[in-house]
């Protein structure tokens, strides 16, 4: 096992640098000039050629992807021209903010999702099922956003029971101080995701419950819940955490639409910004960034399966 | 003067925001009057909106000392930058309006009362005296001081115009070439009260008053050195760095430099030297401002509320989510989207009077007059007003922009009213809208027009110089991306234009794009391909407050995008600058203008920031009235029981 994981390390690092490099081509690509975004269409020459010159944009496009790498290898993401502050800086302050949203809609989806997926495997064709169907089918055909001005509507500006703006703290903690403030923002994202992971819960439960081993365990008199929690749960969980290991980084940028509903300022409207602004070196750390936690998520879900089923080996 | 943008701060140029009518109103068609409402347009009566609270409100109850007051910024429209020699980078009325001002007062003061014109209560300087042919200007100062205790002195305004002479002049974002301060000979502080400006003309009064003076800023001797870990520079210490240009530069960059740091800017040892009414308190990541009063404010009058929060969003949707949801106990004076503009009712039911201003601005989009292919077209002035024809603004105002723009047709801004320029210059009758008119002007200058096919010129002679017998009028229209109702309108000028046989290619682009793509240039230029840009606002003025063309219409202007040249226009824009009677000669100027169409006019969204639907204020606030140039008054304001 730590074998394979320091060789997928090892592709790990080969993929991101895969994904830098296409990055870095991709956005150099772009129609437009940053000097010229950057300085504004006031900009005398004199002004556009210096600014050029200072940040290496007049060299090869290979050098400055190595000096971009070197710049990424101390941990120097760039600059951002829109909002006069590193990236680093502005990814230190919304990742954290990011996460306690994304991670805690993430962790109440799966604590949902996995019993009522189970529960309809088990008592398929019954009104539970049925129901747990239509629901999910409900929530997962809404977009997100008519979701959350859904619940706006209805629990913020109707009846005036939770507020209609996430917590507006800058850190992480401070959001959690207000527990209020996370309900609507995270129900919005829990309640599509629990759909989406329900459905494929459901589907894997009742593939396993057709498994011998299950057939085995009852017919040695097990009990029914140590059957369900020993052989059905544990081998049924391989979709979801392939599920989960995809979803580690839309924690990151994946919650735009509840960032703009909840006036909640975090990386995903922050790389929206980054695009509609050719602000280039935001929109190449958050990619950058995205892709090393995609290619880790990934990792993540390997290395699950092997401590979930012991006859995966590698 | 500025080219206006959307959300606070335009990536690529020097902007203020203005979402131009985010309405999303009827999805059909505007009026579809196509050739009958000519007449009625005409005779099109003035804007019913743009109408601003003239007076401060006065709710009833007692009068409260104390309170806060929670402000909307812009959606994205964080400040992020806080020295007020502020660059087109930076340019945006998060950073000057809502910030800077209040903090670091400029000369003289503008816009109260929705008028824009100077208000010496609230100014620094005293009315300016002008001799010497009107070349010579002095300025008394009042009796001001900064917080830490030195007084505002004319020191402080020649410590501004040195660094305005070193190289940061063109970075300023109200530079002009050949103006302010290029056009000062010479400026002097023969007393601490007294400021000397010469200047290279004998420009007229009242243009110098409002559109030059209007770029001087007091600035603190405490900000007039190069590293934080020199002493604090007072004016009896010593050498100070700004009387070298090299000097200045050095100082500007420091300052420019330490201006990038959010972080900083409530503790650190320069910004918190103020002269404004407020101080900055706090500044978060997320870009939210808390501002407290100013104990040692020597204006009048002082604050009384005991802070000012500056909100940032996300976007519309979460200001109007939370003004639904929390009401005016959250959010004390909001600009309301123009989508949310069916809501006012409703919002003023919880609580909020809608104060409806327009910025004095003006909308607009620039045709390429020296695109190699249809600039020859365009630089036609019969085709620029045929193709004005065309635009069914009042139409649009009330299928697309639920009421919330005025009809435009000239530079001069229809709202607020001002004393400075004669109403008589704002006629509608060269933009009401009328294919048949349309038609009519072009058939009488050689074209066989084809409704809903192609038109073609017949006759090379009339149809103008370069273009040729049988060329078709084709060309394309690219437009903000993400605007429904700009969507909307474009879609119907396509509509109409294809009545008349011209055909327009519609495109769409992300703002930023389309307003740097929008850039004046010669025919050969790669940067010339452009033909129509039209980034869904317009030109707001400021700093510099009249109405004058210098910026947008005389050749090689900053913002003359699409080239245009006329000589008589030309001729009116340098006669109002130097004109005995800048009345008369911006009525002159404003006709001119109106008449020969150097760019497309399109309805005027009325509120004061974004083109919002208007602002909401609480009830219960008092002393809020609107400014006609988006400048805030918060020292004004206090909470009634």
Request: aromatic residues 10%.
């Amino acid at each position: 096992m730590t074998g394979y994981i320091i060789r997928r390390l090892g592709e790990a690092i080969i993929v991101t640098l895969g994904v830098t490099m296409i990055t870095f081509a991709l956005l150099h690509l772009l129609p437009g000039n940053l000097a010229h975004d950057v300085l504004g269409p006031r900009a005398s020459p004199q002004e556009l050629a210096q600014f050029t010159q200072q940040n290496g944009l007049n060299r090869p496009i290979y050098v400055q992807y190595w000096l971009f790498l070197e710049k990424l290898l101390h941990g120097n993401l760039g600059y951002s021209y829109q909002y006069n502050r590193s990236v680093d800086s502005l990814l230190a302050s919304e990742l954290p903010r990011d996460l306690v949203l994304g991670g805690l809609s993430l962790i109440f989806a799966l604590l949902i999702a996995i019993p009522v997926g189970v529960a309809q495997a088990v008592r398929r064709n019954g009104v539970l099922d049925y129901t747990s169907t239509g629901v999910s089918f409900l929530l997962y055909s809404m977009p997100q956003y008519a979701i959350a001005l859904l619940l706006i509507q209805f629990l913020s500006i109707s009846f005036h029971v939770l507020p209609a703006e996430a917590p507006q703290s800058s850190s992480a903690l401070g959001m959690l101080a207000h527990p209020a403030g996370l309900v609507l923002p995270v129900a919005s994202l829990t309640l599509v995701t629990f759909a989406q992971f329900s459905r494929y819960m459901r589907s894997s439960a009742i593939d396993t419950l057709a498994q011998d081993y299950i057939r085995t365990a009852r017919a040695k008199g097990l009990s029914e819940r140590l059957v369900l929690w020993r052989h059905l749960l544990r081998n049924s969980l391989v979709t979801v955490v392939t599920l989960v290991g995809l979803s580690i980084p839309l924690v990151i940028t994946g919650t735009l639409i509840i960032e703009q509903v909840f006036n909640f300022p975090g990386a995903g409207l922050e790389y929206l910004q980054a695009t509609l602004s050719n602000d280039y070196e935001v929109m190449l750390g958050i990619t950058v960034l995205v892709g090393v936690v995609t290619v880790l998520g990934n990792l993540v879900a390997d290395i699950g399966y092997a401590i979930l089923d012991p006859r995966i080996r590698y | 003067m500025q080219k206006l943008a959307r959300h606070g701060v335009a990536a690529s140029a020097a902007v203020l925001v203005m979402v131009l009518a985010a309405a999303c109103g009827s999805s059909s068609s505007s009026s579809g009057n196509s050739s009958g409402s000519s007449a009625a347009s005409a005779s099109a009566s003035l804007p019913t909106n743009g109408a601003g609270l003239t007076q401060p409100t006065t709710p009833a109850g007692t009068r409260l000392s104390g309170g806060t007051v929670f402000f909307t910024e812009g959606p994205d429209a964080a400040p992020n930058y806080i020295f007020p020699m502020y660059s087109p980078q930076v340019c945006s009325t998060a950073n000057n309006n809502q910030l800077e001002y209040m903090m670091y007062r400029p000369l003289y003061w503008y816009g109260n009362n929705y008028r824009p014109n100077i208000d010496y209560d609230y100014s620094i300087g005293e009315q300016p005296q002008f001799s010497d042919g009107n070349k010579t200007v002095t300025i008394k100062l009042n009796s001001w001081k900064w917080s830490n205790g030195e007084p505002v002195t004319s020191r402080d305004l020649v410590f501004w115009m040195n660094m305005m002479k070193a190289s940061p002049a063109t970075e300023w974002c109200g530079y002009v070439p050949g103006y302010f301060p290029d056009n000062v000979a010479s400026y002097s502080a023969p007393d601490p009260q007294t400021f000397v400006l010469h200047f290279t003309k004998d420009y007229n009064p009242t243009w110098v008053t409002y559109d030059e003076l209007s770029q001087l800023t007091p600035i603190p001797l405490a900000w007039d050195r190069t590293s934080l870990s020199q002493p604090a520079p007072t004016s009896d210490n010593g050498h100070l760095p700004d009387t070298t240009k090299a000097g200045a530069a050095a100082v500007y960059k420091f300052l420019d430099g330490e201006a990038k740091k959010p972080g900083s800017w409530a503790t650190s040892p320069l910004w918190q030297v103020v002269d404004g009414p407020f101080h900055l308190q706090s500044f978060t990541t997320a870009g939210e401002a808390t501002l407290v009063p100013n104990p040692d404010y020597s204006g009048s009058p002082k604050a009384t509320i005991s802070k000012l929060v500056e909100l940032p969003f996300t976007s519309e949707t979460a200001i109007y989510n939370q003004l639904r949801s929390a009401g005016p106990s959250s959010l004390t004076v909001a600009n309301l989207p123009s989508q949310y503009a069916p809501q006012i009712s409703a919002l003023e039911a919880i609580g909020y009077t809608d104060n409806k201003a327009a910025s004095y601005s003006f909308n607009y989009f620039p045709l390429n007059l020296h695109n190699p292919k249809v600039g020859p077209i365009f630089s036609q002035m019969y085709f620029r007003q045929a193709f004005q024809h065309l635009l069914d603004q009042q139409g649009w105002i009330k299928a697309f922009l639920t009421d919330t723009a005025i009809p435009t047709c000239g530079p001069v801004p229809d709202a607020p009213p001002s004393s400075l320029v004669s109403a008589a210059s704002i006629s509608f009758t060269p933009c009401a809208f009328s294919t048949s008119a349309a038609q009519q002007l072009l058939s009488s200058h050689g074209w066989k027009v084809v409704p809903g096919g192609t038109t073609t010129c017949q006759n090379p002679s009339l149809c103008g110089a370069g273009i040729t017998q049988g060329e078709g009028i084709s060309f394309t229209l690219d437009y903000e991306s993400g605007v429904v109702s700009v969507q909307n309108e474009m879609n119907d000028l396509a509509a109409q234009a294809k009545k008349v046989g011209i055909n327009i290619n519609l495109t769409t682009h992300p703002f930023g794009t389309v307003i740097s793509t929008a850039v004046a240039c010669q025919p050969s230029q790669p940067t010339c391909k452009w033909q129509a840009e039209n980034w869904g606002a317009g030109w707001i003025y400021g700093p510099s407050y009249l109405p004058t063309g210098e910026q947008l219409f005389a050749p090689g202007a900053v913002a003359n995008y699409g080239s245009y040249n006329d000589a008589s226009t030309t001729q009116l824009i340098s006669e109002v600058t130097v004109a005995s009677n800048e009345t008369q000669e911006l009525d002159a100027y404003a006709q001119n203008v109106s008449q020969r169409v150097p760019v497309v006019f399109q309805p005027t969204s009325i509120g004061t920031y974004q083109g919002d639907a208007g602002t909401l204020v609480a009830k219960n606030l008092g002393g809020y009235a609107a400014n006609a140039l988006g400048l805030m008054n918060p020292e004004d304001w206090y909470f009634t029981r």
